[in-house]
């Protein structure tokens, strides 16, 4: 039971970074991101691609947060002629555009086969082999970024990332680049879940473009609404709650081919019920437009 636990907590920590850096881009800045899967794909292939290759694990990790980074980048190009449900299209698109690369370019990432025997962390001499350790290593990780974010948004530029969600016509009124301040948004996004991306290859020692579909990004968007809009310890809160609430499917006695889609259904019910009811979810600060 306890390594079960300890699995899951390591879960909660991968998606809980995932998901702060959907909320730096959706929920201070407004912009209806549904790339972020992509960018945890980019990350996990990246990461595990290069400590496979030889290189070690610390600049394997930095380097999967930098190529999502400019992936981010290239896709803020279009920002400021996008809003709203037009943006949610183009990043649908971006993330069909990296699965099929995943799924199709084979010499590099083995298509369907997958890339099997990605290796533990190795920092320092170090190797995080045991899932205890592991479990660690994520909280490190997760509590810097949380401080990170928290300092970000809580900074001068964060207030002028709401005020870009709140009304982008007044912030640019007030001479503030809302371009520039989109387009960093959506970089750090990226980044972030990047990061992420190393952390889960690494953890599942496997990975194939079914990890990486875009309905993946479901249990991650409900995150960040049930949780609220720009909350961070509503993000974490809502992270614990998706994360364990569809465990107990598994002793019931259900197979597994049924147990991956009862979860997306019971995600896209919670989202619903708050969605109706709830519109601020757990602890945000907006309503969901």
Sequence with gaps: ???????????IGVYYILAL????????????????????AIGAYTSALLTLAGVPFLL????????????????????????GDYLAVVTIGFTFI?????????????????????PKPDIFGYVFNSNESYLVLVTIIAIVIWIFVRAVVRSPFGRTLEAVRDDELATKMLGKDTKKIKAISMMMAAFLAGLAGSLYAHYITFIDPSSFALMQIVPIISIVIIGGLASLPGTLLATIILILLPEP??????????VGPMRQILYAVILLAVLLYRPKGFWGKVELE
């Design 1 to 11: 039971m306890i390594p079960y636990l300890i699995h899951l907590f390591i879960l």
């Design 21 to 40: 850096s959907l909320q730096v881009s959706m929920g201070f800045t407004g912009l209806l991101n549904l790339a972020q899967i992509a960018f945890f």
């Design 60 to 83: 394997s990790f930095v380097l999967a947060g930098v190529l999502a980074l400019i992936s981010g980048f290239l896709l803020s190009l279009p920002l400021n002629k996008l809003k």
């Design 98 to 118: 990296v699965y099929a690369i995943t799924l199709n370019w084979i010499e590099l990432t083995r298509g369907p086969l997958g890339i099997p025997g990605i």
């Design 249 to 258: 499917m598994r002793f019931i006695g259900f197979p597994s081919s049924i």
